[in-house]
Protein backbone atom coordinates (compact mmCIF):
# COMPACT_ATOMS: atom_id res chain seq x y z
CA UNK A 1 0.00 0.00 0.00
CA UNK A 2 1.34 3.97 -0.80
CA UNK A 3 3.04 5.07 2.03
CA UNK A 4 1.05 8.18 1.65
CA UNK A 5 -2.37 6.58 2.01
CA UNK A 6 -1.09 4.79 4.65
CA UNK A 7 -0.16 7.72 6.47
CA UNK A 8 -3.78 9.01 5.83
CA UNK A 9 -5.98 6.21 7.06
CA UNK A 10 -3.64 6.53 10.04
CA UNK A 11 -4.53 9.98 10.80
CA UNK A 12 -8.50 9.03 10.38
CA UNK A 13 -8.47 6.20 12.36
CA UNK A 14 -6.35 8.32 15.37
CA UNK A 15 -9.14 10.82 14.76
CA UNK A 16 -11.84 9.19 15.52
CA UNK A 17 -9.93 7.78 18.36
CA UNK A 18 -9.89 10.92 20.05
CA UNK A 19 -13.49 11.45 18.94
CA UNK A 20 -15.00 8.83 21.32
CA UNK A 21 -13.08 10.60 24.13
CA UNK A 22 -15.59 13.27 24.03
CA UNK A 23 -17.99 14.01 26.73
CA UNK A 24 -21.42 13.15 25.72
CA UNK A 25 -25.01 15.25 26.27
CA UNK A 26 -27.12 13.49 28.81
CA UNK A 27 -30.17 13.05 27.21
CA UNK A 28 -31.57 10.07 29.35
CA UNK A 29 -33.87 9.97 32.55
CA UNK A 30 -32.15 10.41 36.01
CA UNK A 31 -32.50 8.32 38.38
CA UNK A 32 -34.67 9.95 41.55
CA UNK A 33 -35.04 8.58 44.92
CA UNK A 34 -36.25 9.80 47.88
CA UNK A 35 -35.13 9.41 51.50
CA UNK A 36 -37.16 9.74 54.07
CA UNK A 37 -36.31 10.64 58.22
CA UNK A 38 -38.75 10.26 60.61
CA UNK A 39 -38.88 11.24 64.89
CA UNK A 40 -40.26 12.35 67.12
CA UNK A 41 -39.76 13.52 70.79
CA UNK A 42 -42.08 14.50 73.78
CA UNK A 43 -45.49 14.06 75.39
CA UNK A 44 -48.55 13.34 73.72
CA UNK A 45 -47.04 12.29 70.28
CA UNK A 46 -49.99 9.66 69.38
CA UNK A 47 -53.04 12.19 70.61
CA UNK A 48 -54.08 13.80 66.74
CA UNK A 49 -54.82 17.25 68.41
CA UNK A 50 -52.40 20.26 68.50
CA UNK A 51 -51.60 22.19 69.90
CA UNK A 52 -52.72 20.58 72.88
CA UNK A 53 -50.07 18.15 73.25
CA UNK A 54 -46.24 18.77 73.70
CA UNK A 55 -45.05 16.92 71.29
CA UNK A 56 -42.15 17.90 68.43
CA UNK A 57 -42.61 15.72 65.39
CA UNK A 58 -40.68 15.51 62.48
CA UNK A 59 -41.48 13.98 58.82
CA UNK A 60 -39.61 14.53 55.80
CA UNK A 61 -39.29 13.14 52.62
CA UNK A 62 -36.68 14.92 49.85
CA UNK A 63 -34.94 13.40 46.39
CA UNK A 64 -31.86 12.36 45.13
CA UNK A 65 -30.31 12.11 42.21
CA UNK A 66 -28.15 9.35 41.17
CA UNK A 67 -26.80 8.45 37.71
CA UNK A 68 -26.75 12.50 36.33
CA UNK A 69 -23.30 14.08 35.93
CA UNK A 70 -21.28 15.17 39.18
CA UNK A 71 -22.28 19.09 38.93
CA UNK A 72 -26.04 18.16 38.49
CA UNK A 73 -26.10 15.69 41.59
CA UNK A 74 -24.22 17.96 43.56
CA UNK A 75 -26.65 21.16 42.72
CA UNK A 76 -29.62 19.18 43.37
CA UNK A 77 -28.41 18.26 46.62
CA UNK A 78 -27.07 21.18 47.79
CA UNK A 79 -30.32 22.98 46.72
CA UNK A 80 -32.62 20.27 48.83
CA UNK A 81 -30.44 20.71 51.46
CA UNK A 82 -30.48 24.61 51.92
CA UNK A 83 -33.97 24.78 51.54
CA UNK A 84 -35.09 21.88 54.33
CA UNK A 85 -32.57 22.80 56.72
CA UNK A 86 -34.03 26.45 56.71
CA UNK A 87 -37.44 25.10 57.32
CA UNK A 88 -36.24 22.90 60.24
CA UNK A 89 -33.44 24.87 62.07
CA UNK A 90 -35.08 27.70 64.12
CA UNK A 91 -33.24 30.60 64.25
CA UNK A 92 -30.51 31.02 66.90
CA UNK A 93 -27.79 33.17 67.84
CA UNK A 94 -25.78 29.66 66.94
CA UNK A 95 -24.19 29.03 63.99
CA UNK A 96 -26.87 26.99 61.21
CA UNK A 97 -26.29 23.51 60.80
CA UNK A 98 -24.40 22.43 57.61
CA UNK A 99 -26.75 19.20 57.07
CA UNK A 100 -30.44 17.93 57.61
CA UNK A 101 -29.68 15.58 60.44
CA UNK A 102 -27.59 18.16 62.27
CA UNK A 103 -30.93 20.93 61.35
CA UNK A 104 -33.49 17.77 62.47
CA UNK A 105 -30.79 17.75 66.32
CA UNK A 106 -31.14 21.38 66.38
CA UNK A 107 -35.02 21.43 66.52
CA UNK A 108 -35.54 19.03 69.49
CA UNK A 109 -33.15 20.60 71.37
CA UNK A 110 -34.84 24.10 70.99
CA UNK A 111 -38.26 22.43 71.33
CA UNK A 112 -37.14 21.11 74.62
CA UNK A 113 -35.59 24.72 75.51
CA UNK A 114 -39.50 25.93 74.62
CA UNK A 115 -40.84 27.09 77.96
CA UNK A 116 -44.35 27.17 77.19
CA UNK A 117 -43.40 23.29 75.71
CA UNK A 118 -45.95 23.17 73.18
CA UNK A 119 -46.28 21.04 69.92
CA UNK A 120 -43.93 21.50 67.38
CA UNK A 121 -44.33 19.39 63.57
CA UNK A 122 -42.70 19.79 60.90
CA UNK A 123 -43.65 17.25 57.50
CA UNK A 124 -42.51 17.63 53.81
CA UNK A 125 -42.55 15.38 51.03
CA UNK A 126 -41.03 15.35 47.49
CA UNK A 127 -42.23 14.73 43.89
CA UNK A 128 -40.77 14.99 40.71
CA UNK A 129 -43.08 17.54 38.05
CA UNK A 130 -40.50 16.98 35.07
CA UNK A 131 -37.96 14.53 34.29
CA UNK A 132 -37.37 14.30 30.40
CA UNK A 133 -33.96 13.91 30.04
CA UNK A 134 -33.13 17.50 29.66
CA UNK A 135 -34.98 19.12 32.61
CA UNK A 136 -35.42 18.11 36.08
CA UNK A 137 -37.70 19.82 38.34
CA UNK A 138 -38.08 18.86 42.22
CA UNK A 139 -41.20 20.16 43.94
CA UNK A 140 -40.49 19.56 47.74
CA UNK A 141 -43.63 20.50 50.04
CA UNK A 142 -45.29 20.53 53.11
CA UNK A 143 -46.17 22.29 56.37
CA UNK A 144 -44.34 23.77 59.47
CA UNK A 145 -46.07 24.50 63.02
CA UNK A 146 -44.13 25.87 66.25
CA UNK A 147 -45.54 27.85 68.06
CA UNK A 148 -48.20 29.72 66.16
CA UNK A 149 -51.86 29.50 65.45
CA UNK A 150 -51.66 27.94 62.15
CA UNK A 151 -50.01 25.29 60.49
CA UNK A 152 -48.08 27.61 57.84
CA UNK A 153 -47.94 25.61 54.82
CA UNK A 154 -44.53 25.81 52.93
CA UNK A 155 -42.84 24.63 49.40
CA UNK A 156 -39.70 25.00 46.97
CA UNK A 157 -39.71 24.00 43.49
CA UNK A 158 -36.77 24.06 40.96
CA UNK A 159 -35.87 23.16 37.64
CA UNK A 160 -32.42 22.12 36.42
CA UNK A 161 -30.93 21.69 33.35
CA UNK A 162 -29.75 17.85 33.24
CA UNK A 163 -26.67 18.08 31.28
CA UNK A 164 -25.05 21.20 32.94
CA UNK A 165 -26.83 20.83 36.32
CA UNK A 166 -27.32 24.68 36.54
CA UNK A 167 -30.54 25.53 38.53
CA UNK A 168 -32.43 27.68 35.74
CA UNK A 169 -34.19 30.75 36.38
CA UNK A 170 -36.82 33.27 34.70
CA UNK A 171 -34.41 34.63 32.42
CA UNK A 172 -33.97 31.34 31.40
CA UNK A 173 -37.65 30.77 30.76
CA UNK A 174 -38.49 33.92 29.05
CA UNK A 175 -37.63 36.84 26.81
CA UNK A 176 -39.26 39.75 29.10
CA UNK A 177 -40.20 39.65 32.68
CA UNK A 178 -42.44 42.65 32.30
CA UNK A 179 -44.28 41.27 30.15
CA UNK A 180 -44.66 37.65 31.86
CA UNK A 181 -45.93 39.65 35.16
CA UNK A 182 -49.01 41.18 33.21
CA UNK A 183 -49.68 37.54 31.76
CA UNK A 184 -48.75 35.77 35.48
CA UNK A 185 -51.46 38.38 36.83
CA UNK A 186 -54.15 37.32 34.48
CA UNK A 187 -53.72 33.46 35.01
CA UNK A 188 -53.23 34.24 38.74
CA UNK A 189 -57.04 36.22 38.97
CA UNK A 190 -58.36 33.47 36.05
CA UNK A 191 -57.20 30.98 39.11
CA UNK A 192 -58.71 32.75 41.80
CA UNK A 193 -62.33 34.15 41.06
CA UNK A 194 -63.14 34.47 44.45
CA UNK A 195 -60.91 36.97 44.88
CA UNK A 196 -62.38 39.09 42.74
CA UNK A 197 -65.43 38.34 44.12
CA UNK A 198 -64.24 39.29 47.85
CA UNK A 199 -63.24 42.91 45.96
CA UNK A 200 -59.29 41.64 45.48
CA UNK A 201 -57.12 43.63 43.44
CA UNK A 202 -53.33 44.49 42.83
CA UNK A 203 -52.76 47.96 44.40
CA UNK A 204 -50.08 49.87 42.84
CA UNK A 205 -47.78 50.35 46.17
CA UNK A 206 -47.78 46.48 45.95
CA UNK A 207 -47.42 45.58 42.12
CA UNK A 208 -47.94 42.13 41.21
CA UNK A 209 -44.36 39.67 41.11
CA UNK A 210 -43.51 36.52 39.61
CA UNK A 211 -43.44 33.75 42.34
CA UNK A 212 -40.30 32.83 43.87
CA UNK A 213 -41.35 28.90 43.18
CA UNK A 214 -41.66 27.84 39.68
CA UNK A 215 -40.87 25.65 37.22
CA UNK A 216 -40.99 23.55 33.88
CA UNK A 217 -43.55 20.79 33.26
CA UNK A 218 -44.31 19.29 30.37
CA UNK A 219 -47.10 21.28 29.56
CA UNK A 220 -45.75 24.60 31.19
CA UNK A 221 -44.24 26.18 33.93
CA UNK A 222 -45.39 25.53 37.10
CA UNK A 223 -46.15 28.25 39.77
CA UNK A 224 -46.89 28.29 43.14
CA UNK A 225 -47.63 31.68 45.32
CA UNK A 226 -47.36 30.48 49.71
CA UNK A 227 -49.22 31.89 51.86
CA UNK A 228 -48.30 36.12 52.39
CA UNK A 229 -46.62 36.21 48.72
CA UNK A 230 -49.24 37.54 47.24
CA UNK A 231 -51.97 38.62 50.48
CA UNK A 232 -53.14 37.86 53.90
CA UNK A 233 -52.66 34.24 55.75
CA UNK A 234 -56.63 34.01 54.51
CA UNK A 235 -55.90 34.00 51.11
CA UNK A 236 -54.01 30.72 51.28
CA UNK A 237 -51.85 29.44 48.76
CA UNK A 238 -52.66 30.03 44.89
CA UNK A 239 -51.39 27.14 42.46
CA UNK A 240 -51.62 27.07 38.79
CA UNK A 241 -49.49 25.91 35.74
CA UNK A 242 -48.92 28.94 32.79
CA UNK A 243 -48.88 26.77 29.23
CA UNK A 244 -46.31 27.35 26.96
CA UNK A 245 -49.49 28.56 24.44
CA UNK A 246 -50.02 31.47 26.71
CA UNK A 247 -46.44 32.76 26.72
CA UNK A 248 -46.04 32.36 22.81
CA UNK A 249 -43.28 34.17 21.70
CA UNK A 250 -42.04 35.06 24.89
CA UNK A 251 -40.95 31.66 25.68
CA UNK A 252 -37.67 31.25 25.05
CA UNK A 253 -36.68 28.11 22.77
CA UNK A 254 -36.12 25.23 25.89
CA UNK A 255 -38.10 23.25 25.16
Not at 132 to 137: A, I, M, P, S, V
Not at 184 to 201: C, E, N, Q, T, Y
Request: charged fraction near 20%; glycine fraction near 6%.
Amino acid sequence: MNKSLCWIIGLILLRGTFCTDEPKILTSLVETSSVKLERTSGAGCNLSTLPQNKCAKIKLSWPMIRGGNNLLNENVAKWVNAYIISEVAQETDAAPPTSIQAAVDTFFQNHQQEPQWTAWVIELSDSILLNDGKYLTILIEGSVFTTGVHHLPTAAVATFDIPTGKKLTWDDFVKNKATLKKKMAKAFLAKRPDLIKDGFHFRNAEPFDLPVNYGLTSNGIYCRYLVYEIGPHSMGETTFVLPFSDLGTLSKTIK
